[in-house]
């Protein structure tokens, strides 16, 4: 079984800068796409960025510029570096990973802006 534990959501002031990590563990085969999802009250989940595992990134027209992700191939873990966060950044971030059409979600975490 494949498992996904996300870490480093908070409460952040407007303008301030938060790093998302999610570790994957279990059977994980390359190659594979691994990304972050948000979903704010009352709103679709939505695509934040996705990378594979051969490091190619897309990104949301809404943080191009402004978040980053990256992964650690050997440790199986995925990160998101979020900076200039603005209010409309609160939401639930989820952790996926697609492997063989398979989809794999982490349980979430909390990330608020909010001065």
């Known amino acids: 079984q494949v498992q996904l534990v996300e870490s480093g959501g908070g409460l952040v002031q407007p303008g301030g800068s938060l790093r998302l990590s999610c570790a994957a563990s279990g059977s994980i085969f390359s190659p594979n796409v691994m990304g972050w999802f948000r979903q704010a009250p009352e709103k679709q989940r939505e695509l934040v960025a996705t990378?594979?595992?051969?490091?190619?990134?897309n990104y949301a027209n809404s943080v191009r510029g402004r978040f980053t992700i990256s992964r650690d191939n050997a440790k199986n873990t995925v990160y998101l570096q979020m900076s200039s966060l603005k209010p409309e950044d609160t939401a639930v971030y989820y952790c996926k990973l697609r492997v063989f059409q398979n989809d794999y979600w982490g349980q979430g975490t909390q990330v608020t802006v909010s001065s």
């Open positions: 990378i594979t595992s051969g490091g190619t990134t």
